[in-house]
Nanobody
Framework: QVQLVESGGGLVQAGGSQRLSCAAS????????MAWFRQAPGKEREFVAA????????FYADSLKARFTISIDNAKNTAYLQMNSLKAEDTAVYYC?????????????????WGQGTQVTVSS
């Protein structure tokens, strides 16, 4: 089993930046990818970004790649999501996810492990 714990959420003004962290523990040696998803009230959970465990490959939602950056520190078993130029529409609960299988990286249903989520609120 793998446990994921997010941190770094909170209230930020529009135009500001925020960095989320996701610490993984347990059977991390089996992981292939880590990712971030988000879910706004009344909306479906949507893919934000993913990164291979080695950090060699990254993938982004087209609408966010100009402002968001995913990274990973293998020594700390921690993935990060750097969010810049935040907008009110970025307000959501952000979830960290991880998987030990290969498949569609943007599909939430294919991820094996999830964090509890961290709220990001962008005030306009």
């Amino acid at each position: 089993q793998v446990q994921l714990v997010e941190s770094g959420g909170g209230l930020v003004q529009a135009g500001g930046s925020q960095r989320l962290s996701c610490a993984a523990s347990g059977r991390t040696f089996s992981l292939l990818f880590m990712a971030w998803f988000r879910q706004a009230p009344g909306k479906e959970r949507e893919f934000v970004a993913a990164i291979s465990w080695s950090g060699a490959s990254t993938f982004y939602a087209d609408s966010l790649k100009a402002r968001f950056t995913i990274s990973i520190d293998n020594a700390k078993n921690t993935a990060y999501l750097q969010m810049n130029s935040l907008k009110a529409e970025d307000t959501a609960v952000y979830y960290c996810a991880a998987r030990d299988t290969i498949g569609a990286l943007t599909a939430a249903r294919e991820y094996d492990y999830w964090g509890q989520g961290t709220q990001v609120t962008v005030s306009s």
